[in-house]
């Protein structure tokens, strides 16, 4: 009698699991419930960190002005250096390896049907683009300065703790905003990654620390740079983008996720581009904000974005730095747990680095004119000082 009852019930618990199933999830993954579920519901069904392309939608476009590929050549790095650099790259799940010295690409391979010409998400590289965006916007004169405080622009936060936060804060990831790990559906930091109104979410975010006192690598310090930027110049962010930067760069048309069709692109993450384009990024990096002969970034903005901040000597304006070494680089200086490997110390003492989750990577070496762009999976053991410091010793 207790077998038949645990077994009836078994089944009647199963069906009724199917039936939920069949009328909630099935048909939110078509769209049926709207944008949002459709996003939530097939982000499970796959890696929720790391959407496929098709994931991302609306995509917006920020045009570029594409003339001609990169120039390649040779170098005086040895091949079995490169040979050393791409067993690394592949033991450690990448799509793609791509080392530029001396501004031609010396060395490039690809693994998993990727090309050189391919999209990829950039992830937390996007968050890059608010500091060099930034730059032109005070250039212009929507921005007064980095020490102005954000709810100048951001009227929401007047006469709230979030008053004094600068907008210099924001850029060094110390604006004390507060991050939640509730992952529920309809959590507010959800509503930040997948909903429909991204801006009004992050605008409502809390505060846990006085600002520009404790570094933390959390996303609403990138996308509350982005709506300032939008804010002030009265421009779209993909469309001020296209004009300042990727059209100077003579990029490929890039992507931008924005959180429903004419609302705010996401600038904490999710841009998509072509890998070589991302090596067009770091070479005008490396070059002081010049890229083949044109001043493409104000005079003297690459030095304000990698001089140490405050909260952190080993982050500028939303990239990160080589200047002290430390063997697990925390995301939040209170929590040691959820760091990246560096083994040793860089071998040069001008290294910084563009970093997306995943273990996508650009090094900078301006002083070798070095340019390393990794992309791909995640892999644990992955160590930011082997392949800047591998290139680094043979370049010495």
């Known amino acids: 009698m207790i077998k038949r009852f645990i077994k009836g019930t078994l089944k009647w618990s199963s069906l009724a699991l199917l039936f939920v199933i069949m009328t909630t999830f099935v048909p939110a993954t078509f769209g049926m419930y709207g944008l949002y579920w459709e996003r939530w519901t097939t982000s499970i069904l796959g890696n929720p960190l790391s959407p496929r392309f098709s994931w991302y939608k609306p995509l917006e476009l920020t045009q570029g002005n594409f003339v001609a590929p990169l120039e390649t050549g040779s170098s005086n790095i040895p091949q079995d250096v490169f040979e050393a650099a791409s067993t690394y790259a592949e033991e450690n799940n990448s799509n793609s390896l791509v080392i530029q010295h001396k501004g031609k690409i010396v060395f490039e391979r690809y693994w998993n049907d990727t090309q050189s010409d391919s999209l990829f998400g950039l992830h937390s590289l996007t968050k890059t683009m608010n500091a060099i965006m930034m730059g032109h916007a005070i250039e212009d004169g929507y921005v007064e300065s980095v020490d102005t405080a954000a709810s100048v622009y951001i009227e929401e936060w ?43 979410a992050n605008i409502n975010i809390g ?17 509350m740079l982005g709506i300032i930027i939008q804010r002030s110049s009265g421009k779209r962010f993909s469309e001020y983008f296209s004009e300042k930067l990727w059209q100077p760069l003579g990029a490929r048309d890039g992507y931008f996720f924005v959180d429903e069709e004419g609302g705010m692109v996401h600038t904490d993450c999710c841009m998509w581009a072509s890998i070589r384009d991302m090596v067009r990024v770091g070479e005008m990096l ?63 003492d001008d290294v910084f680095f563009m970093d997306g989750i995943g273990k996508q990577r650009i090094y900078i070496v301006p002083s070798k004119s070095l340019v390393i762009v990794r992309t791909g999976y995640n892999s644990r053991e992955w160590d930011d000082s082997m392949l800047p410091n591998l290139i680094i010793d043979a370049l010495n």
């Open 158 to 200: 007047r006469g709230t703790p979030k008053e004094e936060i600068k907008i210099r804060d924001l850029l060094n990831m110390a604006g004390g905003l507060k991050e939640d790990y509730d992952f529920s559906p309809t959590s507010q930091r959800i509503q930040r990654v997948m909903g429909l109104d991204i801006a009004t």
């Open 207 to 223: 505060v846990d620390v006085p600002p520009g006192t404790v570094f933390s690598h959390v996303n609403p310090n990138s996308q």
């Open 286 to 348: 490396m070059n002081k904000g010049v890229f083949q002969g044109e001043q493409v970034l104000p005079a003297g903005w690459v030095d304000q974005m990698i001089t140490p901040s405050k909260a952190n000597p080993n982050y500028g304006m939303q990239i990160w730095l080589g200047t002290e070494h430390k063997e697990f680089r925390p995301y939040d200086a209170r929590l040691e747990s959820f760091a990246n490997i560096h083994r040793e110390p860089y071998k040069a």
